[in-house]
Nanobody
Framework: QVQLVESGGGLVQAGDSLRLSCAAS????????MAWFRQAPGKEREFVAT???????YYADSVKGRFTISRDNAKNTVYLQMNSLKPEETAVYYC????????????????WGQGTQVTVSS
């Protein structure tokens, strides 16, 4: 079992940056691929980024070059640095975990956090 707790959401203006954190419980953090998804009102939950190791990353095309996913295995934490945020990226951002390897498909992730709200004003 893995428990995930996200933090770092908030209200920002278009073009601003924000860093989300996701703290994971358990002693086998390195065995899990971690991912971020987001869900805007009235829309399906969509993939944002995933990481297994520092050289095994994958991003949605819409966030490439602006978002950076990273993990600190000593702290059992995964981060999502979001730069140049856009109003259409207003959503609840969710952290997810699955036994490695990584995936961009939400149905392949058995563990989810409660989500953190990110609101980007224009």
């Amino acid at each position: 079992q893995v428990q995930l707790v996200e933090s770092g959401g908030g209200l920002v203006q278009a073009g601003d940056s924000l860093r989300l954190s996701c703290a994971a419980s358990g002693r086998t953090f390195t065995a899990y691929a971690m991912a971020w998804f987001r869900q805007a009102p009235g829309k399906e939950r969509e993939f944002v980024a995933t990481i297994w190791t520092s050289d095994r990353l994958y991003y949605a095309d819409s966030v490439k070059g602006r978002f950076t996913i990273s993990r600190d295995n000593a702290k059992n934490t995964v981060y999502l640095q979001m730069n140049s945020l856009k109003p259409e990226e207003t959503a609840v951002y969710y952290c997810a975990a699955r036994p490695a390897p990584f995936s961009r498909y939400r149905h392949e992730y058995p563990y989810w956090g409660q989500g953190t709200q990110v609101t980007v004003s224009s």
